[in-house]
């Protein structure tokens, strides 16, 4: 102890600088430092939110927890997976945090390391909560931290611990320790001990502030007395040497304490004192040759929890590089818990913190811990059966990496990230409070004790990479306060308490955000709250208070911040972002008395910010937040309203105000002014009581001009609407325009209105005024909506007397009124007795109407003075019956009535009653409007189930008794119900239909699939006869269609139709059928004979007559006999087809020999180019020179007069000598293409190939050093290269038409080839590719290539030679011209000779000619002139 005196001497001098003049320089820390307090548990317990709604997932119980020994041995693999032993726990990691305005917390790629490292911007969470911390320099000890280097050597800050006294370590060795007020109280140690041992690594105070540990540098520790001063030990074989103490830290007993060095190893040391001599006994926990240990945190209990339970294990938690271990020290070493971290950044720091937390109403200690961004909680608790269970919590998704993580109190942890920010974040939400840059404390950083620079770095590299970032030792806290050292100053954070949270943001001007902050106080909804009572009463109190100060001084900077003398709208932008603010916190704090006293008195002295509050009630009046108002406040709201002409606004307020504060004479008189008729009604009712007195002025109104007969205008129609629902409601005892009338109100309110209704005058009647004018005016206005309402009413009543008396009562008045007057028109009439058949036909009817209103009812609506009004007669009639009121008629009476009025709904409804269903048949045949929908009526009647057979006979005969009416009605729609239902009875029909025409078009609509009719033809299984009798109506009333009908129907015989026709006359009819029946030549006879006698018509025409139809019936039936014999050529032999032919061109050319040459007939022209039509189509079919023969075998022609056929042969030359062109130059251009695509084929065949290597690829052996002399070397086009041996013996070889084939063993072996069904796609696909094979030159020739399968009669090309195809025809887009080469060539060998020609016109063949792309673009043949 002899440098003790120079201890003395550095205390002494460094307090001489800590006078009272440096003491006032620093900061009063009464309000940041005075008390290092607890905070009480009791306070957490009491804040704590009633759910917590942190999801729990136990990690299981181990019923045998492993030894020490065991985790230790453990191979620590760095690429560990993150598992923890149940799997289900990794199901939690998907909940992301809450999202907020502020800034958020968890970010969804947090997983992605490279979005972590790029900087967010993050939005300021100051306007949500305010500034959250406190952050103050302690001056005094700054300043002595600066003193103490300068004037003694001290040495940089290197470590700092807090208690009740703050310890600061130094570089040279000495621990300077100061109290509350940032007095310098001790300098342990001195810089040649610090020279010795090295830096201060690491400080401890132990809980009753008696001892300091230090860890330095070099591997020494020294425990201090800080009562005296003293050393107490020095400690130097606690663990191994050369390593640096990282950390050293007190547990609650204290004789007991962990450190960790810079190997990665934890010990404890026990201290003891046996005779006076203190002695320090070491253990190793944890060796850091099985995995580096780099932080320690033993769990520390507070005063008031000594007695926990967990506390008798002395907890501690470790981390290493890769994991996470819990173990208790006490009653016996135990490993409680480990935790492997799985995959993270290796240069993050690992943390870790306790706390006690209150979580469902009991306190356990929480351990968080984390490395880099992603921070897992731990809830730790004793079971019943003594054993620790540990549950896992939400764990806090981060976007930046953490270097400390500290707890503020239970609910609030804060976090420093790697690049010097402070993030404050409430725990439970995970929602970021603040952040606070820290760069300026300029925080001291431990990385030269990682490394051990002190003893010649040997530590491993993963532990010198941790401790880049790691500031372990600067940073403590204690008592709700964090401590931070820099290399010049120590900073203190604290939470601000509520009240200065909100100052803060006043400081600041934001007054929006300070009512906001201190709202979300006043409902307990703000995070980090300090300093407000646990009582919600109390807290609630206090906040209002502070509210209201706010709101006072908010509402004299609205008005002094208003622009002076601006616009309008600029003032009135003004207040109503302001004022509407001041509103709504009095609403909510329940301050009107505020609102209208002094906050409404201030703002009106400015006239837009009245204004402009006036307007900001109206929405909380209208949803019923606002109720009762003070009468002045009331009045100038509806003046400004009134002065701004929104008089809607005002309505809508004044039917949802207390109105008993107002002038209600005054107000009435404005709504009756404004027609604000709903608030007009609701102030008599509200503020009276008076419930006739509106209903009075409203009958004023709209009485007259209806007696008078006038048409209401817009807004009386309006009045009576409010009338009627106004009635209404008064009479269901609910008040107007909403709300219900006070229930003792309501049968005397009822019953007034009744009264009203039934006055037998008005108060001021004229004399002509009719009696009942109240009901009267009503009936006129809407007799429909008042007897509804009136039926409402009914139905409201209880079955009492007085009640009874009224309803009937109220009827005979109504029966009255409309019966004994004319001017109600039916509907209305009717309406009235509707009303009253429904009334009558309820079960507990008590009313009574005389029978014989009824019957004149019927009078009036069956028998008119006039036809006016028809079908609404009938309507009001219908709805009378539907109502109930058929018991009142005699039915039999009722169906004469109707059927003389020709009420043809109302017999159908009797009719139905009585299940006459054939009856109402007729009802729909006679009905004009409905007579079309007798068809769906039938339909419905014989199909849908629940009708006898008997009825659906009855209908069905009374259905064939009108068929011809139904036929001519619709035949569609006949012949569709026919079909459907009686097929089989089609012919009865047939005999039924006498009028011919009906019957055509019944026959017509049934069997022409044109005429859309929905029935199946096969099912309907007509007999021929029928369908022959609809062609032979079809040959009389419409022959022009007899063709186009056949084509489509189907069952008719041939022989009997062909009768038809003839017997008609249709000569082009018997053609068509005859060529259907086969014979050809008895057709083109037809044919034939049809054109010669139109032939005959056209020649006698003398040149006076003028030109008409006949030339274009000539030439039609000429182009049918054409058509008719192009079709039937392909099919006859060469002498049939000339029996077609030449007999048609003789034909064609007989007018023209009878003309002369010298006067030329009318249409010789016309004729002559007819005449080269049927010469151009005949020679597709019979060859030239038959043709020429023929003509030139004319006795005509024979004699030499070939003047009149020269045109015609000349014709014939021009189109042979086109086609012979035609034909050269296609020629000429295929055999080009033939030469050109030989030329590349021979030039692909003859390629030689390359070989990608020199060696075989299956036996690897380099060609040239086989020995076998007979072996061949064979290489394929894909470039391997093979011995054939090897692929004979990899059986590489396919049998193609009795030859051997190779194939690549490499591009085959992958997908091997089964058959070749597919060879040139194969082939394309390289799987068996075509080889060529080099011989070494004793070898024969090798016969074996792969090659595509052809038809057996086709020579086989060799494989090049495919391939080289392949790849020409890959050279072509579209169609090639081989293509079109082979495909003349099979056509030529299929088909038997014909002459080339382009108007061949057979069965289409799929063919490449036939193909879009194909478009061979022809001259045409030249034009011979004359």
């Known amino acids: 102890m002899e440098?003790?005196?120079?201890?003395?001497?550095?205390?002494?001098?460094?307090?001489?600088?800590?006078?009272?003049?440096?003491?006032?320089?620093?900061?009063?820390?009464?309000?940041?430092?005075?008390?290092?307090?607890?905070?009480?548990?009791?306070?957490?317990?009491?804040?704590?939110?009633?759910?917590?709604?942190?999801?729990?997932?136990?990690?299981?119980?181990?019923?045998?927890?492993?030894?020490?020994?065991?985790?230790?041995?453990?191979?620590?693999?760095?690429?560990?997976?993150?598992?923890?032993?149940?799997?289900?726990?990794?199901?939690?990691?998907?909940?992301?945090?809450?999202?907020?305005?502020?800034?958020?917390?968890?970010?969804?790629?947090?997983?992605?390391?490279?979005?972590?490292?790029?900087?967010?911007?993050?939005?300021?969470?100051?306007?949500?909560?305010?500034?959250?911390?406190?952050?103050?320099?302690?001056?005094?000890?700054?300043?002595?931290?600066?003193?103490?280097?300068?004037?003694?050597?001290?040495?940089?800050?290197?470590?700092?611990?807090?208690?009740?006294?703050?310890?600061?370590?130094?570089?040279?060795?000495?621990?300077?320790?100061?109290?509350?007020?940032?007095?310098?109280?001790?300098?342990?140690?001195?810089?040649?001990?610090?020279?010795?041992?090295?830096?201060?690594?690491?400080?401890?105070?132990?809980?009753?502030?008696?001892?300091?540990?230090?860890?330095?540098?070099?591997?020494?520790?020294?425990?201090?007395?800080?009562?005296?001063?003293?050393?107490?030990?020095?400690?130097?074989?606690?663990?191994?040497?050369?390593?640096?103490i990282l950390h050293i830290k007190f547990t609650d007993d204290p004789t007991l304490a962990i450190c960790n060095d810079s190997g990665g190893s934890v010990f404890e040391l026990t201290f003891k004192r046996v005779m006076g001599v203190r002695t320090c006994e070491s253990r190793c926990l944890f060796s850091g040759s099985k995995g580096e240990v780099c932080c320690i945190e033993p769990l520390h209990s507070k005063p008031d929890l000594k007695d926990h339970p967990i506390t008798q294990f002395s907890l501690l938690a470790m981390a290493s590089l890769t994991k996470i271990l819990v173990i208790g020290l006490k009653p016996s070493l135990?490993?409680?818990?480990?935790?492997?971290?799985?995959?993270?950044?290796?240069?993050?720091?690992?943390?870790?913190?306790?706390?006690?937390?209150?979580?469902?109403?009991?306190?356990?200690?929480?351990?968080?811990?984390?490395?880099?961004?992603?921070?897992?909680?731990?809830?730790?608790?004793?079971?019943?059966?003594?054993?620790?269970?540990?549950?896992?919590?939400?764990?806090?998704?981060?976007?930046?990496?953490?270097?400390?993580?500290?707890?503020?109190?239970?609910?609030?942890?804060?976090?420093?990230?790697?690049?010097?920010?402070?993030?404050?974040?409430?725990?439970?939400?995970?929602?970021?409070?603040?952040?606070?840059?820290?760069?300026?404390?300029?925080?001291?950083?431990?990385?030269?004790?990682?490394?051990?620079?002190?003893?010649?770095?040997?530590?491993?590299?993963?532990?010198?990479?941790?401790?880049?970032?790691?500031?372990?030792?600067?940073?403590?806290?204690?008592?709700?306060?964090?401590?931070?050292?820099?290399?010049?100053?120590?900073?203190?954070?604290?939470?601000?308490?509520?009240?200065?949270?909100?100052?803060?943001?006043?400081?600041?001007?934001?007054?929006?955000?300070?009512?906001?902050?201190?709202?979300?106080?006043?409902?307990?909804?703000?995070?980090?709250?300090?300093?407000?009572?646990?009582?919600?009463?109390?807290?609630?109190?206090?906040?209002?208070?502070?509210?209201?100060?706010?709101?006072?001084?908010?509402?004299?900077?609205?008005?002094?911040?208003?622009?002076?003398?601006?616009?309008?709208?600029?003032?009135?932008?003004?207040?109503?972002?302001?004022?509407?603010?001041?509103?709504?916190?009095?609403?909510?704090?329940?301050?009107?008395?505020?609102?209208?006293?002094?906050?409404?008195?201030?703002?009106?002295?400015?006239?837009?910010?009245?204004?402009?509050?006036?307007?900001?009630?109206?929405?909380?009046?209208?949803?019923?937040?606002?109720?009762?108002?003070?009468?002045?406040?009331?009045?100038?709201?509806?003046?400004?309203?009134?002065?701004?002409?929104?008089?809607?606004?005002?309505?809508?307020?004044?039917?949802?105000?207390?109105?008993t504060s107002l002038d209600i004479q005054q107000v009435v008189l404005m709504c009756w002014e404004n027609h604000l008729y709903d608030a007009m009604i609701y102030v008599y009712n509200r503020g009276m009581n008076e419930f006739i007195s509106p209903m009075e002025k409203l009958f004023k109104v709209i009485a007259p001009p209806l007696n008078a007969g006038k048409t209401l205008t817009d807004e009386q129609v309006v009045m009576g609407n409010k009338l009627l629902v106004y009635i209404s409601c008064c009479l269901a005892g609910r008040a107007y325009p909403l709300g219900d009338i006070p229930e003792d109100l309501v049968p005397l309110v009822k019953n007034q209105v009744f009264e009203f209704l039934i006055r037998l005058h008005s108060a001021e009647a004229s004399l002509e005024e009719e009696i009942y004018p109240y009901v009267r005016t009503l009936l006129h206005f809407d007799t429909r909506e008042f007897l509804n309402v009136l039926a409402l009413t009914f139905e409201d009543f209880k079955n009492d007397k007085q009640a009874v008396e009224y309803q009937q009562r109220i009827v005979d008045i109504l029966l009255k009124v409309m019966v004994e007057n004319s001017d109600f028109t039916p509907s209305q009439v009717g309406c009235l007795f509707t009303f009253l058949a429904r009334q009558l036909a309820k079960p507990d009817n008590t009313l009574f109407v005389n029978r014989t209103l009824f019957d004149q009812v019927l009078e009036f609506l069956c028998s008119p003075d006039d036809d006016s009004r028809h079908s609404e007669r009938q309507q009001v009639l219908l709805e009378l019956l539907q109502a109930g009121g058929i018991v009142q008629f005699e039915e039999s009476r009722l169906i004469r009535m109707a059927e003389k009025a020709e009420f043809y709904q109302i017999c159908e409804f009797m009719y139905e009653r009585e299940h006459q269903y054939d009856k109402i048949i007729d009802c729909y045949l006679r009905d004009p409007l409905r007579e079309e929908e007798v068809f769906n009526y039938i339909h419905n009647i014989l199909s849908i189930p629940g009708h006898s057979a008997e009825e659906k006979q009855s209908v069905w005969q009374k259905a064939m008794d009108h068929i011809e009416e139904l036929v001519s009605l619709k035949p569609c729609k006949a012949a569709e119900l026919v079909a459907t239902h009686f097929s089989e009875q089609i012919e009865t029909v047939i005999k039924k239909l006498k009028n011919?025409?009906?019957?055509?078009?019944?026959?017509?609509?049934?069997?022409?699939?044109?005429?859309?009719?929905?029935?199946?033809?096969?099912?309907?299984?007509?007999?021929?006869?029928?369908?022959?009798?609809?062609?032979?109506?079809?040959?009389?009333?419409?022959?022009?269609?007899?063709?186009?009908?056949?084509?489509?129907?189907?069952?008719?015989?041939?022989?009997?139709?062909?009768?038809?026709?003839?017997?008609?006359?249709?000569?082009?009819?018997?053609?068509?059928?005859?060529?259907?029946?086969?014979?050809?030549?008895?057709?083109?006879?037809?044919?034939?004979?049809?054109?010669?006698?139109?032939?005959?018509?056209?020649?006698?025409?003398?040149?006076?007559?003028?030109?008409?139809?006949?030339?274009?019936?000539?030439?039609?039936?000429?182009?049918?006999?054409?058509?008719?014999?192009?079709?039937?050529?392909?099919?006859?032999?060469?002498?049939?087809?000339?029996?077609?032919?030449?007999?048609?061109?003789?034909?064609?050319?007989a007018p023209q020999k009878l003309s002369s040459s010298a006067a030329p007939h009318l249409h010789s022209e016309a004729l002559k180019s007819l005449t080269m039509q049927v010469l151009n189509s005949m020679a597709a079919f019979i060859a030239l020179p038959s043709i020429l023969q023929r003509i030139l075998q004319d006795p005509v022609y024979g004699k030499g007069k070939l003047g009149e056929i020269q045109g015609l042969i000349l014709g014939m030359l021009d189109t042979f000598n086109y086609e012979q062109t035609l034909l050269e130059t296609t020629t000429s251009l295929l055999n080009q293409d033939l030469h050109w695509s030989l030329c590349h084929l021979r030039a692909s065949v003859t390629r030689g190939l390359n070989p990608k290597q020199d060696y075989c690829s299956i036996c690897l052996q380099q060609y040239k050093r086989r020995q076998e002399m007979a072996d061949e070397i064979i290489v394929f086009s894909c470039g391997h290269l093979y011995h054939s041996f090897c692929l004979q013996n990899k059986e590489c070889t396919i049998e193609i038409e009795g030859q051997t084939r190779w194939t690549c063993y490499k591009c085959s072996s992958s997908n091997k080839v089964g058959k070749l069904s597919e060879n040139s796609s194969e082939i394309k696909k390289g799987r068996i590719t075509p080889s060529q094979v080099k011989m070494s030159p004793s070898c024969l020739p090798s016969k074996g290539d792969p090659a595509v399968k052809k038809a057996t009669s086709e020579p086989v090309l060799d494989p090049q030679q495919i391939q080289a195809f392949d790849q020409l025809c890959r050279l072509y887009r579209g169609s090639s011209r081989l293509a079109l080469l082979t495909e003349l060539s099979q056509n030529r060998s299929s088909e038997s000779y014909r002459p080339f020609s382009g108007s061949q016109s057979g069965p289409a063949f799929n063919s490449i000619f036939q193909n879009e792309n194909f478009q061979l673009q022809l001259i045409p043949p030249p034009v011979t002139e004359d």
């Open 996 to 1149: 011919q025409v009906l019957l055509f078009k019944f026959l017509q609509s049934l069997l022409d699939p044109r005429e859309g009719i929905h029935v199946n033809q096969e099912s309907l299984q007509i007999s021929p006869c029928i369908t022959e009798l609809f062609i032979e109506l079809l040959c009389q009333f419409n022959p022009n269609q007899v063709i186009e009908t056949l084509q489509v129907l189907e069952c008719y015989r041939l022989e009997e139709t062909i009768q038809i026709a003839q017997r008609y006359q249709l000569h082009e009819v018997t053609a068509y059928l005859l060529e259907k029946k086969g014979d050809i030549h008895g057709a083109f006879l037809i044919m034939l004979k049809r054109l010669q006698s139109k032939l005959q018509e056209i020649t006698q025409q003398d040149e006076n007559t003028k030109e008409d139809s006949s030339l274009k019936e000539v030439e039609e039936t000429t182009v049918e006999t054409i058509a008719l014999c192009q079709r039937n050529s392909h099919n006859l032999n060469q002498q049939q087809r000339e029996a077609l032919w030449f007999p048609l061109l003789e034909a064609m050319m």
């Open 334 to 659: 135990k490993v409680w818990m480990t935790f492997p971290y799985g995959r993270m950044d290796p240069s993050s720091v690992p943390l870790l913190a306790w706390h006690f937390v209150a979580v469902h109403n009991y306190v356990n200690p929480m351990l968080a811990f984390c490395r880099g961004d992603v921070v897992h909680f731990l809830l730790v608790k004793r079971d019943e059966s003594g054993a620790i269970h540990v549950t896992k919590q939400k764990h806090l998704h981060l976007h930046y990496d953490l270097i400390n993580f500290t707890w503020i109190n239970s609910r609030t942890v804060v976090l420093l990230d790697s690049v010097e920010k402070l993030h404050v974040i409430d725990r439970q939400t995970q929602e970021e409070l603040e952040t606070v840059e820290i760069s300026e404390v300029q925080l001291v950083y431990n990385s030269s004790h990682f490394k051990s620079l002190a003893t010649g770095g040997n530590v491993s590299q993963a532990l010198a990479l941790v401790g880049e970032k790691a500031c372990y030792q600067s940073i403590s806290s204690y008592g709700g306060q964090i401590f931070y050292l820099g290399t010049k100053s120590v900073y203190v954070m604290m939470l601000r308490s509520w009240r200065e949270r909100v100052d803060h943001l006043l400081k600041q001007d934001c007054l929006t955000e300070a009512l906001a902050l201190a709202w979300s106080f006043h409902e307990g909804k703000a995070k980090a709250v300090v300093g407000l009572s646990g009582d919600a009463n109390k807290r609630k109190a206090v906040v209002a208070d502070r509210m209201v100060e706010i709101l006072f001084h908010y509402a004299d900077r609205a008005l002094k911040k208003c622009p002076d003398q601006g616009k309008i709208q600029v003032m009135e932008q003004h207040f109503q972002d302001m004022v509407p603010v001041i509103v709504d916190y009095c609403l909510l704090l329940q301050r009107k008395d505020l609102l209208f006293s002094q906050m409404y008195d201030k703002l009106s002295e400015n006239s837009v910010a009245k204004g402009v509050f006036l307007e900001c009630l109206e929405p909380y009046i209208l949803s019923d937040k606002l109720v009762g108002i003070t009468p002045q406040v009331m009045k100038d709201l509806i003046v400004h309203f009134q002065d701004k002409k929104l008089m809607e606004n005002v309505e809508a307020l004044i039917v949802h105000m207390d109105i």
């Open 3 to 244: 440098n003790e005196p120079d201890h003395e001497n550095v205390e002494q001098s460094l307090c001489a600088k800590t006078t009272e003049e440096e003491l006032n320089k620093s900061f009063n820390l009464e309000a940041s430092l005075s008390k290092f307090s607890y905070i009480d548990l009791d306070k957490e317990l009491e804040f704590k939110t009633d759910l917590i709604d942190d999801k729990e997932f136990d990690i299981p119980q181990v019923d045998t927890p492993p030894t020490l020994e065991s985790i230790l041995n453990e191979t620590d693999d760095e690429e560990e997976s993150f598992v923890l032993e149940d799997p289900t726990l990794l199901n939690i990691d998907t909940i992301d945090s809450h999202s907020y305005d502020t800034s958020s917390v968890a970010s969804s790629d947090s997983g992605d390391r490279t979005n972590l490292k790029r900087k967010k911007k993050l939005p300021d969470s100051f306007s949500l909560h305010g500034s959250v911390m406190r952050h103050s320099l302690l001056k005094g000890i700054s300043a002595q931290i600066v003193s103490a280097a300068d004037k003694v050597d001290a040495g940089l800050p290197t470590a700092i611990a807090v208690s009740s006294l703050i310890a600061v370590g130094t570089s040279h060795g000495l621990a300077l320790i100061f109290d509350q007020n940032q007095a310098l109280r001790l300098c342990l140690g001195s810089t040649s001990v610090g020279g010795q041992y090295g830096a201060i690594s690491a400080l401890s105070i132990n809980n009753d502030c008696s001892r300091l540990l230090c860890g330095f540098a070099k591997g020494q520790i020294t425990m201090w007395d800080l009562a005296s001063g003293k050393l107490l030990r020095s400690i130097t074989d606690a663990h191994p040497p050369g390593t640096a």
